[in-house]
């Protein structure tokens, strides 16, 4: 689980801001459903990111990418001669040489982690991590010399100080050489942590694919489509191997999607198998993408943090999700979800809660933040809870929270003039 994740001077982000995924004690409402319990403190199971275009709320999901994916590769012989590619602050005259920053708070294997680093395209500067509260290693470059101290916990990492690249973590190097305290934090963020790009969902496809041609998750990811209103009522994926292909890859997975066939008093009658690629709308192949890692995450206890969910979904199905991770029942094992979207009506939905006899919203104040760029057009991140309006005082929860927001009073919208100017003379 994440506890916290903080970032400084690496894309729209100049000062640090940091996502917060503990649950505010002053924040009472729907406390058994959306947080649960880890070592006497609160945590968060989802969390949605409101902005405008523009504001740096995919710069979040981005900062997180690429945060897992340097601690897995830096260490790798195929990077010894590459940059780091950090893309720091550029819209002021100071922080372009200066370091981005990394900071994630994390639970693995039932222990507390306080894990970060700072680089520049060069090389690391500092990097440190505790374990428990206690200093595992630190790292710090002085303007000459490189260091690195070991303490005793990770006594078996002694050694490997001088292995290190100045352009590789020496967490990553650790693990490369097995030593299994880190080999455990790696595999987490390869194997606990899912990050889906806005971009680029259909990464993922390939991973429900695995997941249904194997028949691991076969009929949650069947069950999942069924209740998505998809109409099919099976899958069949098979592997098949391209001919006279100058792709890396020559397999691929063939995917049919099995339709009801009716007669014309609507009786069924049969089945017809169609082609998946070729038949089902984009949002059918966004809930198939989507559906391996959101059973893995909540059959794993694991964290899916995804940008722009509710891209090609229909919010009643957004809305699904979201109440999939937030219910005790479909999430016993407290993974956590976190997302931004454009979606409002998440903001307005209530749950019955049955113990107070009352609505609630869907989302705790805690789990709802904003991304707002400044004048200098760099983002801030903060939480409803945080969040003071113009008389100083906060929102309380029985607050129209979609309605207040599109009308501009926590920020994070859009200001937007005319789109198009007309020619003098033209009528309007």
Known sequence: MIIRFSIENFLSFAAKQTLDLTAVSTC???????????????????????????????????????????????????????????IPFLLNQWSKEEPSKFEIEFICDEKKFRYGFHATKQMIIREWLYEQGKLAFVRAFDGEDDTIQVENIWKT??????????????????????????????????????????????????????QVHSGEYRNDILDFLRNADTHIVDLTVDKRERENSVLPSR???????????????????????????????????????LAGPIIDTLKTGSVLIVDELDSRLHPIFTR??????????????????????????LLSYKLYDEKADKDEYMFR???????????????????????????????????????????????AIPYIGELISLPDGEEK
Not at 176 to 181: G, H, L, N
Not at 264 to 287: M, R, W, Y
Not at 375 to 381: C, K, L, Q, S
């Open 28 to 86: 009472k409402e729907r406390l058994e459903e959306n947080t649960f319990e880890f070592d006497n403190e609160s945590l968060l199971k989802s969390a949605v990111i409101y902005g405008a275009n523009a504001s740096g709320k995919s710069n979040l999901i981005h900062a997180l990418q690429f945060f897992c994916q340097f601690v897995r590769s830096s260490s790798k012989d195929s990077m010894s001669s590459e940059e780091i590619p950090v």
């Open 157 to 210: 990492a002694h050694g490997l100080e001088e292995r290190t690249r100045k352009n590789a973590l020496f967490l990553s190097v650790c693990a490369q050489f097995a030593v299994p305290e880190a080999e455990k934090i790696l595999d987490y963020f390869a194997a606990k942590l899912h990050v889906i790009s806005g971009e680029s969902p259909n990464l993922f496809r390939n991973y429900t694919c695995n």
């Open 251 to 289: 397999k691929y997975f063939d995917i049919k999607s099995h339709h009801n066939i009716y007669d014309k008093s609507g009786q069924i009658v049969g089945q017809v198998q169609l082609p998946f690629d070729g038949l089902e709308s984009l949002g059918t192949k966004k809930a198939f993408a």
């Open 320 to 345: 699904q999700i979201v109440k999939l991770f937030n219910s005790c029942k479909t999430n016993p094992l407290n993974a956590q979800l976190v997302f931004n979207t454009h979606d409002t009506n």
């Open 365 to 411: 104040r805690d789990q709802i933040y904003f991304a707002e760029k400044d004048n200098v057009e760099a983002t801030h991140i903060y939480s409803l809870i945080e969040f003071k309006k113009k008389d100083d005082k906060k929102v309380r929860n029985d607050a129209s929270f979609e309605k207040d927001y599109l009308n501009g009073i926590y920020g």
